[in-house]
């Protein structure tokens, strides 16, 4: 269950990105900084798609070993 709300709340997290920097007018700046939204960017899509991976394929149960 943990699982599973974590995943969430990542997928959540990273549309927010996501939306974040589609609503936005790009990286704007120069140098590291404009290089630093875009990393921040990728990371929002790896977030997104790595919280959504685990909500539709979802954790394995395991069963305790005797």
């Not at 709300?5 to 920097?21: C, D, N, Q, V």
């Not at 936005?24 to 630093?36: D, I, L, M, T």
Request: proline share 3%; charged share 10%; no cysteine.
């Amino acid at each position: 269950m943990l699982t599973r709300i974590l995943a969430a709340i990542g997928a959540l997290w990273g549309g927010g990105i996501l939306l974040s920097g589609f609503l936005g007018s790009g990286p704007e700046g120069n140098g590291a900084y404009a290089q630093g939204q875009a990393a921040g960017f990728i990371f929002g899509a790896v977030l997104f798609g790595v919280g959504m991976f685990s909500l539709i394929k979802g954790g394995k149960k395991s069963t305790p070993r005797k």
